[in-house]
């Protein structure tokens, strides 16, 4: 019996064709994004774009983790900056306009240079220069390899920075406005995360996605390069960031759409993700270990899964959905709780 297509989600005012998206760091310069929707992904995110060309950390700064399927890098935003990118994305903007359409967003991760003495300006320049070209953006305020850059997920940073984006991405002058998220860390202290729950509340930001790569190192790692510094990505970050996508979709009563991006291989991985709060997933590092047929696999997969869900539980796979697998419904007011 083949499973049922995997429905397609309504979220950030805009439909997404299936759950299953690539997260920033793949296309960081925006050069290959025809070709990564033609592998299957529901929708992209390109990224770290900063205002400045800036070359980033100096290499070698990626090192696989074969052992653990992970990957650690330091490459530090590296980046052709703002112009080039606009270049890129002006030069397909009538493609990406028939692709969203046709439920495939684009999105695009804004950062700051490392000399900058002034991140919100660098934030709110990407939102001027880039908005008008995305479906969404997402204020990345969470990379281990920019000095400083975590410190601006404090409340008052936050405060101050997201209050700017907003004000900026109101006054675009296109007429469909994109969506403002926020990706944080999964090294975060609980006041952290209720303060960034309290925040992006507050202000009325988007979304989230939960969680960039971490800075700790599990005792569990095996490979010989696993103590370099950097961000960890992979098998050993899945885990990690379940439970803080669970964490933000308790603190936020589910009222804020999540991003769960972490250590997703398989379709047991996403599903996890979904019912810990997520209603959209990202992977990355897989395609490093299971090259493109990856994102056939886990849509598969998850289509398989959701099918057996639904022949164990019959009707109340309504009230099991509505809440963080928000893909099998529209979202909706007064989600139920994760079960």
């Known amino acids: 019996m083949m499973a049922a297509p995997l429905r397609e989600v309504r979220v950030l005012g805009q439909r997404f064709r299936n759950p299953l998206g690539l997260a920033a760091g793949f296309d960081k310069q925006c050069e290959a994004v025809d070709g990564l929707f033609k592998m ?140 403002v998220l926020v990706k944080i860390a999964p090294d975060l202290t609980a006041q952290d995360k209720q303060d960034i729950a309290s925040v992006v509340c507050e202000l009325g930001v988007d979304g989230l996605i939960v969680s960039n790569t971490t800075v700790s190192r599990p005792s569990s790692l095996r490979s010989r390069q696993r103590m370099e510094p950097g961000g960890l990505s992979g098998k050993p970050l899945r885990e990690l960031s379940t439970q803080i996508i669970r964490e933000m979709y308790a603190l936020t009563q589910g009222r804020v759409p999540i991003i769960g991006v972490g250590g997703v291989s398989n379709g047991q991985d996403a599903l996890e993700k979904i019912r810990a709060g997520a209603s959209l997933v990202q992977l990355y590092t897989a395609l490093v270990y299971h090259g493109p047929p990856v994102v056939g696999t886990v849509k598969r997969e998850l289509e398989e899964l959701l099918r057996d869900v639904t022949w164990s539980i019959g009707r109340g796979v309504d009230v099991l959905w509505r809440g963080p697998g928000r893909f099998l419904l529209s979202q909706s007011e007064g989600d139920t709780a994760p079960s």
């Open 40 to 179: 299957g992904f529901g929708f992209v995110e390109v990224g770290t774009v900063t205002p400045k060309p800036q070359e980033g950390n100096p290499r070698p700064r990626v090192f696989r983790l074969a052992q653990d399927e992970a990957v650690i890098n330091r490459y530090g935003f590296n980046s052709h900056g703002h112009a080039a990118v606009e270049r890129r994305l002006r030069a397909r903007q009538e493609t990406q306009i028939r692709l969203t359409g046709a439920g495939m967003p684009l999105g695009v991760n804004l950062g700051k240079n490392k000399s900058s003495t002034d991140a919100a300006a660098d934030y709110v320049a990407g939102v001027r220069t880039l908005g008008p070209l995305a479906d969404y953006l997402v204020v990345n305020v969470s990379s281990p390899n920019t000095p400083g850059l975590r410190d601006l997920q404090g409340k008052a940073e936050l405060r101050d920075l997201l209050s700017k984006v907003l004000v900026e991405r109101d006054l675009l002058p296109c007429e469909r406005k994109p969506a």
